[in-house]
């Protein structure tokens, strides 16, 4: 514009070149964990934890079982020298020939070693440097004991045994006895050949079937998931618009939860999208009245030169517009109440008192222009209910103005506040002088569009049917009945009674906002 000085216009930051091609906010998506991994994770980590367990185990055994035979074998060596030693003078003596002393040390691996000694521990016959038993353990003459020593830096395994010198027949009662201490030792290689001949004719097979086990969890768990892998494909392979249930039968008995639950889903789905296309050709269909009578008028006043006929037509075409917009509040009001679901916070505590004389208040003017006398009666305490404040007004506008319509003039409209007779219930009743409803369609004037024949009373149909759906939110019964007040017989009027539950405590219902 001329005459105003051109401001310069700030130019825009200058990024650093560090942030050069960096995005303002980075989003890190979760990682997916795979079914697969973790189940075969479970299967094969205790699997390879408890290979090295078992062969610790296997290598215990086979040690245990090396020792018996060979053990069995020492102590039939330290019995034989054991019977071999005699008294002479009160000290043991070994009476054993070369011949039977390389017979005892005869073994083609291991080194033999004995010993004889005497009750002192002084050395007899045999290997000096072999090691004496300390003493700690109770001595039984002819008991055999085995220990673990070493001799000349090799580790030995020693049976030994303490024999009694004095003869059985010449013992004297109460002495002590003479006692000789005799010792069979021998080096371990035998024992270490066999425990080894034992550990790799049990482990060496284990490297073998260790992988084979591996690769038959793998196959055998890939082959327990290919129904899941089924399933996806089954579901692939549908059509867009198709949302029929799932196929159970093709799928095991751990997978039919999920099945079951994605068919809920499905069918909710489908539930909705019905309700929403019946929806939008419902109003499509409700809107073309108003609208084409709109054009019809505009196109009447655009014809017309007389001003009165053209201040008719404008007359007219406000009406429809009204028409027009009440009925899109109510499509409104109906598919926000049926798109509704019990969710994200508590039911708060309503005073259902003060919020029926509230909005009976708000209808006082429209009663007096058409005529009709609206009172209003409660009990002399509070009645609280929980409940949504936004929504039970919406019922109750809805239930007003539908007895407003079916009213005629200098007719009678009710609304009460009460509690029932065990007074865990409340209880909202509107009544009116009008027309009354057949008892055969009390249910179905809660349809969508449903309007009673011969009725002539001009409404698109839908209050009943919101009165409905924010009714169902509350878990509140509706029920209709004849109004037992009414004067005229040829009027026999109608009573709506919604009972809500004066306590809910778990209710719940989403934001409306």
Not at 92 to 108: F, N
Request: glycine letters at 6%; one cysteine or more.
């Amino acid at each position: 514009m001329a005459g105003l000085p051109s401001l310069p216009l700030p130019e825009p930051p200058v990024a650093d070149a560090a942030d050069a091609g960096t995005p303002p906010f980075t989003t890190q998506e979760p990682a997916q964990r795979s079914l697969f991994g973790g189940i075969l994770d479970w299967m094969l980590v205790p699997l390879l934890l408890l290979w090295p367990l078992s062969i610790g185990v296997t290598y215990l055994a086979a040690k245990t079982i090396a020792n018996q035979p060979f053990d069995r074998a020492l102590e039939d060596r330290v019995m034989v020298l054991a019977q071999q030693v005699k008294e002479a003078d009160g000290r043991p003596l070994l009476a054993l020939s070369r011949a039977a002393e390389g017979i005892l040390r005869a073994d083609d691996i291991d080194n033999v070693y004995f010993q004889v000694s005497d009750a002192a521990d002084e050395f007899v016959a045999g290997d000096r440097e072999l090691p004496v038993p300390a003493r700690a353990e109770t001595l039984q003459p002819w008991s055999v004991h085995f220990r673990y020593d070493y001799l000349r830096g090799s580790e030995v395994r020693v049976a030994y045994l303490y024999l009694n010198l004095q003869p059985p027949g010449r013992r004297a009662a109460g002495a002590e006895p003479r006692l000789a201490l005799v010792q069979v030792g021998e080096t371990l290689d035998k024992r270490a050949q066999l425990s080894n001949q034992i550990i790799k004719g049990v482990i060496l097979p284990e490297f073998v079937i260790l992988p084979l086990a591996l690769a038959l969890v793998w196959f055998a768990l890939s082959r327990g998931l290919s129904p899941l892998a089924e399933l996806q494909q089954r579901i692939r392979a549908r059509r867009p618009d198709d949302l029929s249930p799932i196929e159970s039968g093709q799928v095991p008995e751990e997978i039919s939860p999920l099945v079951r639950s994605l068919n809920d889903m499905l069918a909710r789905l489908s539930q909705s999208i019905q309700s929403q296309k019946r929806f939008v050709a419902d109003a499509a269909h409700q809107m073309k009245t108003p609208l084409a009578g709109m054009r019809m008028q505009s196109e009447l006043a655009l014809r017309q030169n007389s001003r009165q006929d053209i201040q008719r037509s404008l007359e007219q075409l406000s009406k429809s517009s009204e028409t027009a917009t009440r009925l899109v509040n109510q499509l409104l009001a109906l598919a926000h109440a049926e798109n509704r679901a019990p969710l994200a916070r508590p039911l708060a505590p309503v005073e259902l008192s003060d919020l029926a004389r509230g909005v009976v208040q708000e209808w006082v003017q429209a009663s007096f222009a058409r005529a009709i006398d609206l009172g209003f009666e409660q009990p002399g305490h509070a009645i609280t209910v929980q409940g949504d404040a936004t929504l039970l007004r919406e019922l109750l506008n809805n239930l007003i103005d539908n007895a407003l319509h079916y009213t005629p003039p200098h007719g009678r409209v009710t609304v009460r506040v009460r509690a029932n007779e065990d007074g865990d219930r409340a209880i909202l009743e509107i009544e009116d002088t009008g027309v009354g409803i057949p008892p055969a369609e009390r249910r179905q004037v809660f349809e969508r569009f449903y309007r009673i024949l011969g009725s002539n009373v001009e409404g698109s149909g839908l209050g009943l049917a919101i009165v409905r759906e924010i009714a169902q939110q509350h878990d509140a019964e509706i029920d209709v009945f004849s109004n037992p007040h009414c004067p005229d017989p040829q009027l026999p009027g109608s009573l709506f009674r919604v009972t809500l539950r004066r306590s809910r405590p778990s209710a719940f219902i989403d934001d409306i906002g």
